[in-house]
């Protein structure tokens, strides 16, 4: 399976030097996502770059409704993607759902992670008695039946606000990969995720972790990043981002790439 | 249509049948509705010699041992079939599948094929051509029926993903128990139980079926909390372990339950006891039992460990973090499937999203599909809704097994439940979907969302348009006596266009720049600095007319405007100088044989810009003799070849270090156009305009660079190309990115700047100015260092406010000597007045008000306060380590190091005190008393600092100021018990007085 998954998946090693790094696109993007952050790697970095199985640019056949019913199967995509590149440590850069598959990825793999830096990550997205994820369960049942309803529509709506700043590219960006999905997966991995409860486990993360949030996320509330840090089990800091969105890397690379450069492992 | 059994049967030899019996047994006892692949290898493994046991062994590598590989090989058809949903049984045997009647007529044809038969074949074929039964001619080996099987996507699948993984997990010598870990391991573990209750029913495959399990977590809490004697946990132990020993089948799994009271045990030793009974049982049970048991945080499991460090040795333990929280579940169809898929690797078993949910989901959405396909694939869509029972599609068989599977389960079965039918429904359409997308694929390739993915890649790695970026581009024209006169010193150096450029624009100086008399014309030579193939005879000093260098024409050097952007189109301050406020800071001490060089012809720019500059004398000295040095090539040794230059601007007063190089570009290149400016400070000037900053109001390039996704290497790569001649001044250079960074230092070294893609640019011409306040590498901003009553730091966080004037009545003996003051802004002035009038009040509100504008409201600012290991994404973290040896290396390659004194502005600020007292006493009267507060003070000096036209400022006091100040005085009928404040009001000045940013008229209340 290992060659043909890196063929499924997408996978690409750019760059040149002894270090590698990872970038890992979140839900509704795909690797192209970080086409204006990989520049700013590439000169001393090898860079992999891969799509998740449920990202548009990949053969939706792949997508096994039966497997990718939690982020597990993700994460096996991940560690053999790495596995099969011969890739012994790397820093591991994931946006949002792709920060949570880093986490369980290096909880099962300590040995293989440097460093995880994670954009836009929340162990939980709903609401609960002493945590604030952002949304209520209710909210989220009237989400998915928009989605249903009109995937087209719901992705013209959602863009805008996922993307945040006023950055026509990037919300044009974001709604081309998420309309590439097909709207049963978005679905699928819609509810998979949000189904998703990290609490309990971040503090096996025994790897460093940077977090990286910006200041107003429609999906992520900045004490989410908060949370985090103090219950990741490795050192931890957070480099607050003063632009707003859920995705900095399409709608400020610059910036983003300048903290990510901070947040590399010296 | 599945085929019946019968008719599949016709088709295979007997061994193949025999075989297919058994599949078609397989499939009627799970109560499938069909007959696939996958029950053809689950029948043919169960043989104990099977001919496909014997290919596999011979196939796979001896990586891991056979056994084991069966094992696992087992366990995923078990796993995969478990995922097949069972209808109601039924007396029939389950018919064939179109997939594996598929793979039978392909045996079919492969055998036909094949040389050892192909002759036997064609005679037969020819016989009874109008046999119409001639498909079931060809008796299909088992061999070739194998091999088709194999070739069912339905079974690939298995073979080639999940027995790798698998295998992997159960050859795993250790930590072989999971320990299930997280919110939600309570709920999954349940699960877990009820389905290997339940087993049998076709929720659990078969070789789970086997795993027997027992309980034992009552008695463990009840051991710990002394409920339980030890002989009676000896005794349950030995049952587990007598069980073990007989039980038939895969083995025994252990339910240890919760482990939290093991982590909150009183005291360690009967947890120890536990454990080494559980060690105990594990050892004697030769592999054949399992514990699991589970943990609701993370928490636990560090307590756990920090008690029981060997806890995970001795019990093997696997830590499984859970992280899937269970949907509304509603009965054992929701977790059937995927519990046990994961069970089988320990790798996470979680309650699956109800496949209703997501078979819901599937909107007849046909998004990839062009135009053509899509209205074949909704044509068929619509046949299918309205007889869902009957169609027959040509599925393809590219499809992921899972649904497929079901969807042929479900043909036979859609009369069952009418809530299944929607379901059923849902899959068709998705298959459908799936066929004309492949078709789509195939034949329309313009439109599959692979190519447009690729076209999304291809456009990932093109350069994006250039968008307007709009790099400040500091023009001259307003005022420039220079810009003038250049037309007449036409050089041939120059390109032609820019010089039209430059002379199709109106070059009138602003009427205010005639008032002030400072109009004299000075010539200046075009090409002081000779580059390298780049001679410029024409522009030889001599044909300047150079007026006598007398100190009072030193204001008629046009500097032009620094700070206005093109952009906000406002009017640019037309600037003439900077010596009416010239600093008391003046050096005597110049050496002679400097002052002796101004006899050249070339030096006078140069003695204009110092006697501007005064108090940056050095720093003008240095560069000058830099940028000659290197033409004469005396201290280009490392690099003689090399036309550009390079200095680094250090230190503090950022405003004489923009003025010195614009004036670089001025007097290098003649044309102001030259010059180019640009902030790589990672600061948010987003913020900084918003709060009103008398520096952005000038426009910053910051904003325009970040928040445009152009990288800004490339930004500035496409400046160098689009002028080859230029100053190029890069501010906060110790931010610059990444990318800026290492092409910068590559451009230092080679004489090449890079682009993001690769691609250089000769830099051959440019004189690169790099600005950082830092002084040496490493340390901080010199301006903080200077203890003043007027920082740097301080006035550069002026902003931009709207003044007003208030009268307060005090007491006599309160008025001060002095009778122009600054006072503290922080409106302590209140508390002087024992009659504090009502404005007072709002004033200091309105105060506190903008002190607090500064802060982000979006950001949790207790949690950022308190939080130390919070990095901030502005300067101080740029400064990494990485960067300052960066710095440093950049640094030890530019051609000098130029040092900047800092701007005095405590007295500059006593100055101008010194100046409205003078002037208020003459147009107003002896008896006024002016109180400044200090943020006002601020917003003057930097008003003044930033000022281009000497009499700015003096101008602003005369006609604004002044006349303000008579109309309160007027109002409040002359009495000297008043004392007049100057304050900020609330909001931003709207309109500012010409060449200074100062409000245009003042509020006088």
């Known amino acids: 399976m290992g060659h043909s998954l890196l063929e499924a998946l997408n996978v690409r090693v750019v760059g040149s030097g002894e270090k590698i790094l990872v970038l890992a696109h979140g839900f509704g993007t795909d690797q192209s996502a970080w086409q204006r952050i990989l520049p700013f790697f590439v000169r001393d970095h090898r860079v992999v770059l891969y799509d998740l199985v449920c990202a548009g640019s990949v053969n939706p056949d792949y997508f096994d409704f039966g497997r990718y019913t939690t982020l597990d199967a993700y994460v096996d995509d991940l560690l053999n993607i790495l596995d099969a590149l011969g890739v012994q440590r790397c820093t591991y850069v994931g946006h949002s759902v792709s920060a949570m598959i880093g986490i369980l990825a290096a909880i099962r793999r300590p040995e293989l992670f440097i460093k995880l830096i994670l954009i836009g990550a929340s162990p939980r997205f709903l609401n609960d008695k002493d945590y604030h994820g952002g949304f209520e369960q209710g909210e989220i049942e009237k989400v998915f039946s928009a989605m249903e309803a009109n995937y087209e529509a719901w992705v013209n709506g959602f863009a805008p606000l996922a993307v945040g700043a006023d950055v026509p590219v990037a919300v044009r960006e974001f709604s081309r990969t998420l309309f590439n999905m097909r709207p049963d997966i978005t679905l699928f991995v819609s509810r998979v995720v949000f189904n998703s409860d990290f609490r309990g486990v971040l503090g096996l993360v025994k790897v460093p972790c940077s977090i990286i949030q910006t200041a107003k996320d429609m999906s992520v509330p900045s004490t989410v990043a908060y949370y985090m840090k103090n219950h990741l089990g490795g050192r931890t800091t957070v480099h607050p981002l003063n632009i707003e969105g859920h995705l900095p890397h399409l709608s400020a690379p610059n910036l983003l790439a300048q903290v990510l450069r901070q947040a590399l492992p010296k | ?1005």
């Open chain 2, 1 to 1005: 249509m599945p085929t019946p059994v019968s008719v599949a049967r016709q088709c295979l030899a007997e061994e193949a049948a025999a075989t297919l019996d058994d599949a078609v047994a397989v499939a009627k006892r799970r109560s499938h509705a069909q007959t696939t692949s996958l029950h053809a290898i689950s029948a043919l493994l169960a043989l104990p010699s099977s001919s496909l046991r014997e290919a596999c062994a011979r196939a796979r590598s001896s990586a891991c041992p056979t056994r084991l590989q069966f094992r696992a090989l087992e366990l995923c058809v078990g796993v995969a079939l478990d995922k097949v949903s069972a209808c109601k049984s039924s007396d029939e045997d389950p018919p064939v599948s179109n997939s594996l009647m598929a793979a039978i007529k392909r045996s079919q044809a492969n055998q036909r094929r094949h040389p050892d038969t192909f002759h036997l074949y064609q005679q037969q074929l020819n016989s009874n051509s109008s046999n119409q039964t001639s498909v079931a001619v060809v008796k299909v080996e088992l061999r070739h029926f194998i091999v088709s099987i194999l070739d069912d996507p339905i079974s690939t699948e298995i073979v080639d993903e999940s027995s790798q993984r698998v295998g992997e997990i159960l050859v795993k010598g250790n930590k072989r128990n999971p320990l299930m870990i997280g919110v939600c391991a309570k709920d999954a573990l349940r699960n877990f139980i009820e389905g290997l209750k339940k087993g049998g029913t076709g929720y659990v495959p078969k070789e789970i079926d086997g795993l027997n399990l027992i309980s034992v977590d009552l008695e463990l809490s009840k051991f710990i909390n002394k409920d339980l004697s030890e002989e009676m946990l000896e005794l349950k132990f030995k049952e587990v372990a007598d069980m073990s020993e007989n039980c038939q089948g895969t083995g025994m799994i252990v339910n240890c339950g919760d482990l939290k009271p093991f982590v909150d045990a009183e005291s360690v030793n009967p947890v120890n006891v536990l454990i080494s009974g559980l060690k105990r049982l594990l050892s004697s049970s030769n592999g054949k039992l399992w514990l699991i048991g589970f943990l609701a945080g993370d928490d636990d499991y560090k307590k756990l460990l920090e008690r029981f460090p060997r806890i995970d040795i001795d019990l093997d333990l696997h830590m499984l973090p859970i992280t899937s929280s269970k949907p509304s579940a509603s009965g054992g169809k929701v977790f059937k499937s995927s519990l046990m898929g994961s069970f089988v690797p320990f790798g996470g078993f979680f309650p699956m999203p109800s496949e209703q949910e997501t078979r819901g989901s599937h909107a007849t959405q046909s998004s990839s599909l062009c135009h053509l396909c899509n209205e074949k694939y909704e044509q068929e869509v619509s046949v299918l809704k309205g007889t869902p029972v009957d169609a027959d599609y040509h599925l393809t068989n590219r499809s992921s097994w899972l649904p497929m599977a079901e969807f042929e389960t479900s043909k036979r079965s859609d009369t069952v439940e009418a809530q299944d039918d929607k379901t059923i429904l849902d899959y068709r359409v998705m298959a459908l979907r799936r066929k004309w997308n492949d078709i789509c694929q195939q034949l329309h390739r313009t439109c599959t969302s692979q190519d447009t993915f690729s076209e999304a890649k291809l456009r990932t790695f093109s350069i994006p348009p250039s968008h307007n970026v709009p790099i400040r581009n500091d023009s001259f024209q307003a005022g420039s006596v220079l810009g003038r006169t250049r037309l007449t010193n036409l050089s041939p150096g120059f390109p032609s266009e820019l010089l039209n450029h430059s002379s199709s624009k109106p070059k009138l100086s602003n009427p205010h720049a005639l008032e002030s008399g400072a109009n004299v014309l000075v010539e200046l030579p075009v090409q002081s600095l000779e580059m390298d193939d780049h001679p410029n005879p024409s522009c030889s000093p001599q044909q300047s007319a150079i007026p006598s260098p007398d100190v009072s024409l030193s204001t008629d050097l046009g500097l032009g405007t620094l700070y206005t952007s093109k952009r906000e189109g406002r009017s640019k301050p037309n600037l003439q100088g900077h010596s009416f406020y010239k600093l008391p800071m003046t050096h005597e001490n110049i050496p002679s044989q400097e002052k002796q060089t101004y006899a050249k012809g070339l030096e006078y720019p140069w003695k204009i810009l110092s006697e501007m500059f005064c108090w940056q004398f050095e720093a003008i000295q240095t560069i000058r003799r830099t940028l000659f040095c290197c033409r004469d090539g005396d201290s280009r040794h490392q690099c003689p070849k090399k036309g550009n230059h390079w200095l680094s601007f250090l230190g503090p007063d950022k405003v004489a270090k923009r003025k010195i190089a614009a004036s670089l570009a001025e007097i290098v290149f003649g044309v102001s156009e030259h010059f180019l400016s640009l902030d790589l400070s990672s600061q948010d000037v987003t913020n900084l305009c918003n709060t009103g900053s008398i520096f952005c109001s000038h426009g910053s390039i910051y904003h325009d660079m970040k928040s445009e996704r152009k990288m800004i290497v490339d930004c500035l790569a496409d400046e160098l190309r689009k002028r080859p001649f230029s100053v190029i001044l890069l501010e906060n250079i110790e931010q610059a990115d990444f990318l800026v960074q290492s092409s910068l230092l590559q451009a230092v070294k080679t004489g090449k700047f890079k682009d993001s893609h690769g691609r250089d640019i000769s830099i051959n011409k440019v004189i690169f100015v790099m600005s950082s306040g830092v002084l040496k590498v490493g340390e901080n901003l010199v301006f903080s260092e200077v203890v003043s009553e007027f920082s740097e730091e301080k006035i550069l966080g002026a902003r931009n406010l709207q003044m007003q004037i208030l009268v307060e009545s005090v007491h006599e003996n309160t008025i001060s000597a002095t009778s122009v003051l600054v006072t503290p802004c922080n409106g302590m002035y209140k508390r002087k007045y024992t009659n504090p009038e009502s404005t007072n009040s709002v004033t200091s509100k309105r105060l506190r008000n903008f002190s607090r504008s500064n802060i982000d409201l979006n950001l949790p600012v207790e949690d950022m306060e308190e939080d130390i290991d919070i990095c901030r994404s502005d300067g101080e973290s740029g400064n990494s380590e990485n960067s300052e040896l960066w710095l440093e290396e950049l640094f030890i390659h530019v051609d000098e190091n130029v040092v900047f004194r800092p701007f005095d502005f405590d007295s500059l600020a006593k100055k101008i005190l010194k100046d409205i007292d003078v002037g208020l006493r003459r147009t107003v009267g002896t008896k006024i008393v002016l109180e400044i507060d200090q943020e006002v003070m601020v917003q003057i000096l930097a008003a003044a600092w930033l000022m281009e036209r000497e009499t700015a400022l003096a101008d602003w006091i005369e006609q604004v100021l002044f006349p303000s100040i008579k109309k309160a005085q007027q109002r409040y009928n002359g009495t000297s018990n008043f004392v007049f404040k100057l304050v900020a009001y609330e909001g931003l000045v709207e309109e500012q007085a010409p060449g200074v940013c100062l409000p245009a008229t003042i509020i006088v209340k």
